[in-house]
């Protein structure tokens, strides 16, 4: 028996934040799941399960999802947690609709980083004995993989600065992050060090924000969305824990679940119109461009820039990470390029590569494919 399609029905988000000052996690989260039935014709009771996604040590407490229920509509609902980027609870959402279980499902994703020392966060899932007590993590990371991709690429700083510069420019066109200063290449080169040879504005930016997304069975999916975008594949990938044994300059995993993906749905990355791709920091992009079949070794950055298929047009990660919600905010981009093509210009496109990650230095990856 063939397996059922799923379509993405509608998605909210709240804008993306250094910091939500005056708002927690429960106003965060309420304000996505009220946002995403509006014009839908859908409503709380017509779902049939809540998966959602955050972290327990960024948010401060055990189990702090049961905090979130109501917010969340979960109120006697099949309710589950997935302690990862918000993408694989898009995963398990999916399959438990293509499994027959369920019609209507809602996804959600959150994350209030400035309540937190995202540092320690990164810090705390490396190695505990003699990794953890020098202060390796996201960032010295990070830092290694730029120094060797620089030195083999033959890419300069300068490089790496314009297309910074770029990704905040496109998401200030967005209008759902908030920037107060847009920076220029000179502005991203001149930043504090954050890591050898990256600057503080190459890495992804942590904010604080929400993002929802409504599925569902392809039936319900055409009869209540105009043109709704059709998850037709997915793939998912762990690398070894130890960034030294990881296949250098290459993130694997990301490799790996993309071919899975393209797999599923009997196409190539040459088949894309658009991608929206996760990145720890600009050389995570890149790499993450390249294991996504999207350009050569070494060359992600003339793909991300000038190649056939358009890279995060919404921005991407560099100039808002929500982190456990970053995956499923490129899910939710994507398929608005592809249902409303109207909004973004350049002509229609028919087919969207997603990508997640999650762990120190991208250790963990997620691809969807969609078409309309």
């Not at 504005?201 to 709704?228: H, K, Q, T, W």
Request: proline letters at 3%.
């Amino acid at each position: 028996m063939a397996l059922s399609k799923v379509g993405v029905v509608a998605t909210a988000q709240t804008e993306f934040r250094p910091a939500w000052n005056n708002a927690q996690h429960i106003d965060l989260i309420s304000s996505v799941v009220t946002s995403v039935f509006k014009g839908s014709g859908l409503t709380i009771d017509d779902v049939d399960f809540i998966i959602d996604s955050g972290s327990d040590v960024l948010d401060g407490r055990s189990i702090s999802n049961c905090g979130f229920l109501g917010a969340l509509g979960a109120h006697h609902k099949e309710e589950a947690r997935v302690e990862e980027d918000g993408l694989w609870a898009a995963l398990y959402g999916v399959n438990k609709i293509r499994s027959g279980s369920s019609s209507v499902g809602l996804i959600v994703a959150y994350s209030k980083p400035s309540e937190s020392n995202v540092d320690l966060y990164w810090n705390a899932q490396v190695e505990p004995f003699y990794q953890r007590p020098v202060g390796f993590g996201q960032r010295a990371a990070n830092g290694i993989l730029a120094q060797r991709y620089l030195a083999e690429s033959g890419l300069s700083r300068r490089d790496l600065a314009d297309l910074v510069a770029e990704r905040w420019a496109a998401a200030a066109t967005s209008g759902k992050v908030a920037i107060d200063d847009l920076p220029d290449a000179d502005a991203v080169l001149a930043a504090e060090e954050g890591a050898a040879p990256l600057t503080e504005l190459m890495f992804a930016r942590p904010v604080d924000g929400a993002v929802a997304v409504l599925i569902a069975r392809e039936d319900i999916a055409r009869r209540v969305s105009r043109n709704p975008a059709f998850i037709t594949g997915m793939g998912t990938s762990m690398d070894t824990h130890s960034l030294a044994a990881r296949e250098a300059g290459r993130l694997s995993s990301a490799a790996t679940a993309a071919a899975m993906a393209y797999r599923n749905a009997g196409w190539t990355s040459a088949d894309a119109d658009i991608a929206e791709i996760s990145g720890s920091s600009v050389i995570g992009e890149l790499l993450a461009i390249e294991a996504l079949g999207l350009a050569e070794a070494g060359k992600g950055l003339s793909a991300a820039r000038d190649g056939k298929v358009a890279i995060n047009r919404s921005g991407g990660a560099l100039p808002a990470d929500p982190i456990m919600a970053t995956g499923l905010v490129r899910l939710a981009e994507a398929s608005r390029q592809l249902s409303q093509p109207e909004l973004f210009g350049g002509g229609a496109p028919r087919r969207a590569i997603v990508h997640g990650a999650g762990g120190v230095a991208m250790q963990n990856n997620c691809v969807f494919t969609l078409e309309v």
